[in-house]
């Protein structure tokens, strides 16, 4: 028997959720629509008598001080009267298959009241729209705000409430490769493995040799392990550049960086699934970045949420397991004032995906308890079609668990966390390939939300095991699943996977679904035969699961059984060895852009005001209040600085443990805009802005660790990939001559969305993430003035480099002269800087970046609440500018602006000695930013208060 | 003297507990972190403990609304350990997701069964989850322990679901302990000082013995001064203004 509650606030009461997407139907145009209600619906399927219903209304889903309910049974509401006329009625529900936290939670519910007659429950939601509207209005409503059709349907009529019962009946599928040719070979990878044809060729001879075809797990496992998102084949393949072959692209830069450097702190790199250094001797830090781009273009909220609970999952899996301290994001989206008409049929318009991620990241890291302290949101037309999202996770762990484990043959495959289900399902081979107008529809598959109670309790659990060494290695299970996790973790040694034992969320699932699914918050452990007693018993404990579904062998081969047959039979060298090297072009050449030809403005103020209003550097408060960015009580520098809290910190510091005064800086630098004239100076500069920061707050450069995350497109053409190679060989000699090494990366390619017939590449988008240890958190600087009468000093060369700037851009150009970057002076300069923190000389400091000077000055000045002046005249030149918008917006690398105390004027310029600075201004108790020309003329005058509004204006949600 | 006993009660998606046992371990106390589960099987038994915690969180994701199945559990499984606590004169405190937990399982505004569903905590009025700093009145005419000799605190709250919403019969009898205010102290300055929209900026209530403290805000996350968000501009504290309301707890129990 089917019943169905209806919950919905009191009349008396406002119905936010109605209001708020009340605007958004306005924001679209229709303006007719008077009012918006929104109620929960709970369909619950099972036997009941009407005291249990009233209970299970009364006591569990209503709140009575504020809600009200229809109960009714069967299909029919009887609630249609209750809706006055000119009232439409839409509900909508997630698909079949999708998962839905709150319906487990309905279901614990209830058994709590000790009502045990419900099978199943599920969750909808009602919008009643009011007003004047056409049909066309209501489909345009559905479509651009209330249902994603990739994870949700319009409920018409009866829906499925209960997942599929019918249960798998087992039949082994072998393909006929042997008889095979190219053209065929190459429709079958198109079929979802994403393989190429020298790889299907390797297979077919490789099985040729054993005298038998690939049963179809067989050629799965092997495309999950081959997947460029599981082994960067283009990093670790041979590139042909020019004249010069490289091999591997990955160890002759990034990594021959960190080998060179060989730093002593650098304790597990490139190794594990996240990079490790040493925090104080006694713990570990480590940092992983993962990009969840495929996912969050096609349902921003599960995609997102999936994407941070992945990345949380990268240091759980580190070493024997860290705890998550602190977690970063970073997005790339097209502009929220895109035109609809404008957008590329299939993809959803860039509010909506910026709004869906927001809450996805938010809803998923504020549920995990930890705190989001750091990011950057950029926006650029080119990524309408392909958003990218950045999430990144930093865990602390003991320093003697922060080694990768080694299990033992005859060591238990246990899996803990979430039950298996067909979530994401090709989700490595799908994030391998360029997306297109199709990809909706076929990759719906690859579309999951996440539960983050479920990866709570895991954490919860896994840390007690781990310091009761319960298991003896670990590993997470992410793109490719079980075949991932699994395949890597054996092999070295061999296992034998018994996949009937795996604990599904719903029948019906074969051999092949369960090898390589993907649901969510699932870690694998390799357990002694003797502890996996009390390890199940620690988890259950919790309530959550732990199953013993194999065993590690000393074979060397991957076997997998379904009901007692042999499903898979494998050799691990072949598995992970056997795959052909790609061999790709690459070439470069600089493009030319149109020198800007334009005269400079008499008065800069409105080219200001137009920089701080801009989507990339206005305000992020909306986004930033809406994450828990204090939870774990470390937070010691915020985002949000300042005399009313809400000015841009450059980077966040964090007290990992609550007694101790050692601190962990967190920081990011990602500039596209360079990237569109010399992706080598782009990767400079990134790497460059995110140590920037981490010496603006307070930090030096003696324990930093970098992480690149490269997001590119398709690197089977040439010129993306020559791009590919710039970018990676400056990683290298930035790497080396800031002494900086890199611990861990990953790349995202194929990021290029296909549109009538025409292939839109993003922006070549490297993130450059830092990582620094700080010794003592109360030498920490904000970037905010602080007291009337200090003085005003930059730090570092300016140079005519404004080719990518935010001022031509304004302007309309881009112009050629890109920031480039001396990173010996650089190191000279950040070191004694540094040196000048650590002895308190500086009272605020903030890095020039995009808007050069002219941005930082106006940030500094308002979020301190007070005036300031600036000289230009005085400003350090590397070569002759008489025009002063260039002075002022100039984004010229290694640069700060400082604010110091007349009292430690001579001890600081004693201590920056040597260095290229300038005193060039002053703090006032005037409400204004005074800039001053070269001329000595005043070329700007602008208030704190205008400056700030048109900051915060933009993203004012 | 044997130190105090401090029992803080897990649920899945407890997230703010270590802060909290840190507060209590500062104040000199010893801290227990159990999950419902071992006090529901009797595992750990409440009675051994002067102190009980209800910290903050999303317990069971706030699916349904905000600390409702917690506080189910708590409501149906163990409604005679915490009336027996109660009765015995020991204390209790919820923070944030405590908070919520304790009115939906009707331990607060009064213990008895009138007290369910006459007082509750609905979505902010910005339809947002707010973290930012508030500052906070402390009512001088309350019986509460915890906030004895605190006249104001400046502490974030970090909550979706925070506005106190109550039956127009209950408003008389109500103990109010913390009200939401400015630098000033002005309780009229609206938002975003009142965060979420609270009936009569209300953001603590305790019961009528003052033992029982339920509040919004986050006492645990300001209990070192390098914690203010403007330690950089102001003169660096050492103790955070959150530290007074464990120190309170703690000396109560070992005054008795």
């Not at chain 2, 909290?20 to 227990?32: I, M, R, S």
Request: charged share 25%.
């Amino acid at each position: 028997m089917l019943f169905r509650i209806e919950v919905f606030p009191k009349r008396s009461l406002p119905d936010l959720r109605g209001e708020a997407l009340l605007r958004d139907i306005h924001d679209l145009g229709i303006v007719h629509v008077r009012e918006v209600r929104v109620s929960d619906i709970y369909s619950l399927e099972g036997d009941l008598s009407p005291e249990e219903l009233t209970g299970i209304c009364l006591e569990l889903l209503v709140d009575p001080v504020i809600q009200e309910y229809f109960c009714y049974a069967g299909w029919d509401s009887d609630t249609k009267e209750a809706e006055e006329k000119g009232a439409y009625s839409v509900e909508v529900a997630y698909n079949p298959g999708v998962m839905d936290p709150v319906e487990y939670s309905v279901i614990k519910g209830i058994v709590d009241l000790e009502i045990t007659g419900v099978r199943s429950a599920k969750t909808s939601r009602k919008y009643v729209i009011k007003g004047e509207l056409t049909q066309s209005d209501l489909q345009s409503i559905c479509n651009k705000l209330l249902v994603n059709p990739v994870v949700q349907h319009v409920v018409k009529g009866q829906d499925i409430i209960e997942l599929p019962r019918a249960a798998y009946r087992f039949g082994k599928i072998t393909l006929d490769l042997a008889n095979m040719n190219d053209d065929q070979l190459m429709e079958l990878s198109r079929g979802g493995l994403g393989l190429d044809l020298a790889e299907m060729r390797e297979i077919r001879r490789y099985f040729s040799t054993l005298g038998r075809n690939p049963t179809d797990v067989e050629l799965e496992t092997l495309a999950q392990t081959w997947s460029e998102h599981c082994v960067h084949k283009t990093f670790k393949g041979r590139i042909k550049f020019g004249d010069t072959t490289i091999d591997n692209l990955l160890r002759s830069t990034i990594m021959r960086a960190t080998e060179e450097l060989g730093k002593p702190w650098c304790l597990s790199v490139f190794r594990d699934n996240a990079g490790v250094i040493d925090f104080d001797g006694r713990y570990a830090l480590c940092f992983k970045v993962e990009t969840h781009n495929r996912p969050s273009a096609l349902e921003p909220y599960g995609g997102a949420s999936t994407g941070i609970g992945g990345v949380i999952r990268d240091p759980l899996g580190t070493g024997l397991g860290a705890k998550p301290i602190l977690n970063t994001d970073v997005f790339c989206f097209g502009p929220p004032d895109f035109p609809y008409d404008k957008l590329p049929k299939g993809v959803l318009h860039p509010r909506r995906i910026f709004k869906g991620v927001r809450a996805g990241v938010a809803d998923y890291g504020n549920r995990m308890g930890i705190p989001t302290v750091n990011g950057a949101i950029l926006f650029d037309e080119r990524y309408v079609g392909n958003p990218l999202v950045y999430c990144g996770t930093i865990g602390v762990l003991p320093k003697s668990m922060s080694q990768r484990g080694q299990q033992k043959p005859g060591d238990m495959v246990v899996l803990v966390g979430g039950r298996t289900g067909r979530d994401g399902i090709h989700g490595a081979t799908f994030a391998s390939v360029e997306l297109t107008e199709e990809s909706e529809k076929v990759s719906a598959s690859s579309v999951q939300i996440g539960n983050p109670i479920a990866e709570k309790k895991l954490v919860d659990v896994l840390l007690q095991a781990r310091d009761r060494g319960l298991y003896r290695r670990i590993t997470d299970c992410g793109g490719g699943g079980l075949s991932s996790a699994v395949g890597e973790m054996a092999e070295e040694t061999g296992v034998r996977v018994y996949l009937d034992r795996v604990p599904l969320k719903y029948a019906g699932l074969s051999y092949t679904e369960i090898w390589i699914s993907e649901s969510q918050e699932r870690m694998v452990l390799a357990v002694p035969p003797t502890k996996v007693d009390e390890l199940v018993e620690l988890f259950a404990s919790e309530d959550v699961e732990a199953t013993v579904i194999g065993e590690f062998t000393d074979d060397r081969r991957l076997q997998l059984f379904f009901e007692g047959n042999l499903v898979c039979d494998l050799e691990m060298g072949f598995l992970h060895g056997g795959r052909p090297p790609v061999e790709r072009e690459a070439v470069w050449e600089q493009p030319y852009h149109v020198e800007p030809d334009f005269l400079e403005p008499v008065d800069l103020r409105d080219d200001l005001l137009r920089i701080l209003g801009s989507w990339n550097v206005c305000s992020k408060e909306w986004v930033i209040r809406q994450y828990d960015h204090e939870v774990q009580g470390g937070s010691v520098i915020k985002p949000l600085v300042g005399i009313n809290n809400d000015g841009p910190s450059d980077a966040a510091v964090i007290k990992p443990l609550l007694d101790s005064e050692m601190g962990v800086i967190v920081s990011c630098g990602i500039n596209p805009r360079f990237g569109d004239i010399d992706p080598y100076l782009m990767a400079a500069s990134a790497i460059d802005e995110a140590l920037r920061q981490i010496v603006a707050v307070g930090g030096n450069l003696k324990k930093v660790a970098l992480l690149d995350n490269f997001s590119w497109g398709n690197p089977t053409k040439p010129d993306r990939l020559g791009a590919l190679v710039r970018a990676a060989q400056a990683c290298y000699d930035m790497a080396v001559a800031y002494g900086t090494p890199f611990i861990s990366g990953k790349d995202s390619l194929y990021n290029e969305y296909e549109v009538e017939g025409k292939s839109i590449c993003i922006p070549h988008t490297l993130l450059i993430s830092a990582m620094a240890v700080m010794e003592d958190v109360s030498k920490a600087v904000s970037m905010d003035l602080k007291q009337v009468g200090d003085l005003i000093y930059i730090v570092g060369t300016t140079y005519n480099e404004m080719g990518g700037s935010h001022y031509y851009g304004l302007h309309g150009f881009v112009g050629n002269n890109v920031p480039e970057v001396d990173p010996g002076r650089g190191k000279r300069l950040m070191d004694a800087l540094a040196l000048a923190t650590e002895q308190g000389l500086v009272e605020a400091c903030h890095d020039c970046s995009e808007g050069g000077i002219g941005v930082a000055a106006a940030e500094m000045a308002f979020a301190g609440g007070l005036g300031m002046t600036i000289h230009l005249e005085r400003v350090p030149l590397g070569e002759h500018i008489t025009r002063n918008d260039f002075i002022l917006f100039s984004e010229s690398n290694t640069r700060f602006l400082l604010e110091v105390a007349p009292a430690n004027r001579l001890v600081f310029e004693k201590t920056m000695e040597g260095i290229d600075f300038a005193l060039v201004g002053e703090v006032t108790n005037g409400e204004t930013l005074d800039v001053y020309g070269v001329d000595g003329r005043r070329v700007l005058s602008a208030s704190l208060a205008e400056l700030k509004e048109a900051w915060q204006k933009p993203l004012r949600w | 003297m044997a130190k105090i006993k401090v029992l803080i009660l897990r649920g899945p998606g407890t997230n703010c507990d270590v802060e909290t046992a840190f507060g209590f371990e500062l104040a000199g106390a010893q801290v227990d972190s159990a999950h419902i589960n071992e006090i529901v099987r009797r595992g750990k038994a409440l009675s051994e403990y002067q102190i009980l915690t209800i910290p903050g969180g999303f317990t069971y994701g706030d699916d349904i609304s905000a600390g409702k199945i917690l506080a189910n559990e708590v409501r149906l499984k163990l409604a005679d350990e915490v009336q027996r606590f109660i009765a015995e004169g020991k204390l209790v405190l919820g923070i944030c997701n405590g908070f919520q937990v304790m009115v939906k399982a009707g331990i607060l505004p009064h213990l008895h069964d009138s007290s369910l569903h006459c007082l509750t905590l609905a979505p902010n009025d910005s339809g947002k989850f707010e973290c930012r700093w508030v500052y906070l009145r402390v009512n001088g005419e309350s019986p509460c322990i915890f906030t004895k000799g605190i006249r104001s605190m400046y502490l974030p709250v970090a909550h979706a679901e925070g506005k106190v919403v109550i039956q127009p019969e209950m408003r008389e009898n109500l103990n109010v302990v913390l009200w939401y205010a400015d630098e000033t102290g002005d309780i009229e300055a609206g938002y975003p000082h009142n965060p979420n929209g609270s009936f009569g900026n209300i953001a603590g209530i305790c019961d009528e013995s003052g033992r029982v403290f339920a509040l919004l805000p986050h006492p645990e996350r300001h209990i070192q001064g390098i914690q203010h968000p403007r330690w950089t501009r102001d003169k660096l504290k050492g103790y955070g203004d959150g530290f007074q309301i464990f120190l309170n707890a703690v000396k109560w129990v070992e005054g008795i």
